[in-house]
């Protein structure tokens, strides 16, 4: 049997380098992305890094001078795009190997077992340029053992980008235990602050460290999942690809607003909005809901008092039906609203899931009937071919003067017909 290889595909600097695929001059020159309602700093290009003063999760209002006066590009976020650039660098990572396991919006763990080692290298720099080639989004890869060494030679790929050429590979190195002695115990992959701060209590400060304690005490510290991150540190792969992602057992939809709401009725089409985002992704994993919660927060710094609610309703019958998720949220949200207070956020919550074709339906209820479903797909296909919110129910409204500030939001460049880009001849 061959011996498991595992390569980790991670975007560089994703955000920023998918809005450089369509401002191509843009290359070479500071950009920074914005999170929602354009509050903090979430991706940064290198030559941004570069600039003293500014860095990952600062508030944005506190650079906005330091941005203009050093000549960095500002994007709001855009998930939209963020998410169509992820799926092309899946598609083409996908004729490469077909075990693959999309890790995260940015990230793709691919199985590269069966190759002769003396490729792995070579071969891991034809993905890098085929990738830029196909959806110019520039990648780094890490090649290992296991799934946590090829993690940390991704990040030891990226840290020594000029003489790794964006590739890693484990097989290259005879002696991988320095490299590990430079790696600070929080940057394995699988630790949370949590964990990392037990080990340091026992002395295990890097990733040597950790190779090096005694089982029987990590396990102890960590649980069986902290064991199994120190076996694969030593090169025994105890983590598989996952090419089918578990269903989730919760969705949930929230976002602040982009203004001070005071009104039912706008908070009303909030929900809506959101009711109608976990709905799609009920659907899309082919699950129904028995329960939902939705809830909402005052601003704090606004209100003379904090307020927050939240409410869970009971559905009579699970579904995945919008309309019918619309109106229980909504008579709940009619519950826990209040007047008088400036409101921040409000959220839903998709609970009890179960799938479509697995539950138990209820002879003498209001089960989702062929129309439902006949309706709920036609709608769906329709915002996924001319881009989400095409048709909506009215609920949700049409200005919503309550989303979130995204000021600098570049188009929708290949998610929206009115978007794309415009080519003189």
């Known amino acids: 049997m061959s011996e498991k290889v595992f390569a980790l595909v991670d975007a560089n600097n994703f955000y920023c380098s998918a809005e450089r695929v369509f401002r191509p001059e843009l290359n070479n020159r500071p950009v920074v992305v914005l999170s929602n309602n354009d509050g903090n700093l979430i991706s940064l290009s290198e030559e941004s890094k570069r600039i003293e003063g500014l860095k990952m999760g600062d508030a944005f209002h506190k650079v906005r001078s330091l ?27 996908q004729s490469f190997t077909p075990e693959l396991e999309v890790y995260s919006i940015d990230e793709s763990f691919i199985s590269l077992s069966g190759f002769e080692k003396s490729t792995l290298t070579a071969y891991s720099h034809q993905i890098r340029q085929t990738v830029h080639q196909h959806t110019g989004i520039p990648v780094s890869v890490g090649v290992a053992p296991t ?48 964990s990392t701060e037990k080990l340091r209590q026992h002395k295990i400060v890097t990733a040597y460290d950790l190779k090096l304690a005694d089982e029987k005490l990590v396990q102890a510290l960590l649980t069986v999942v902290g064991r199994r991150i120190a076996r694969e540190i030593r090169g025994e792969s105890c983590l598989e690809i996952e090419e089918v992602s578990p269903d989730k057992k919760q969705i949930l939809s929230s976002r602040s607003f982009g203004r001070s709401v005071v009104e039912l009725d706008e908070i009303q089409e909030a929900l809506s909005t959101h009711v109608t985002t976990v709905a799609e992704r009920l659907r899309k994993q082919n699950s129904i809901t028995k329960a939902l919660s939705v809830y909402i927060q005052a601003h704090p710094a606004k209100n003379p008092e904090p307020y927050y609610k939240s409410l869970t309703v009971t559905l009579p019958t699970a579904t995945a039906s919008t309309q019918k998720l619309i109106t229980a949220a909504s008579k709940a949200m009619s519950e826990i609203f209040r007047r008088g207070y400036i409101y921040k956020r409000v959220g839903v919550m998709l609970m009890d899931l179960q799938g479509k074709d697995e539950a138990q339906m209820d002879f003498f209820a209001a ?10 797909k036609a709608m769906d296909l329709v915002n996924k071919m001319q881009g989400r919110g095409s048709i909506k129910f009215a609920s949700s409204g049409t200005d919503a003067a309550w989303e979130m500030k995204s000021e600098m939001k570049s188009p929708n460049y290949s998610t929206k017909w009115s978007d794309l880009l415009e080519v003189d001849i």
């Open 367 to 376: 089960n989702d009937t062929p129309v439902d479903d006949k309706l709920m």
């Open 67 to 93: 941005c203009q006066a050093k000549g960095v590009t500002v994007f709001s976020s855009n998930y939209a795009l963020y998410g169509d650039m992820s799926r092309r660098v899946t598609e083409t990572l």
């Open 147 to 194: 799934k946590v060494l090829a993690k940390l030679c991704n990040r030891y790929a990226k840290k020594h980008r000029e003489t790794s050429k964006g590739v890693t590979n484990f097989f290259d190195f005879p002696d991988f235990d320095s490299i590990l002695q430079e790696t600070d115990i929080r940057a394995v992959w699988g630790l949370g602050h949590h």
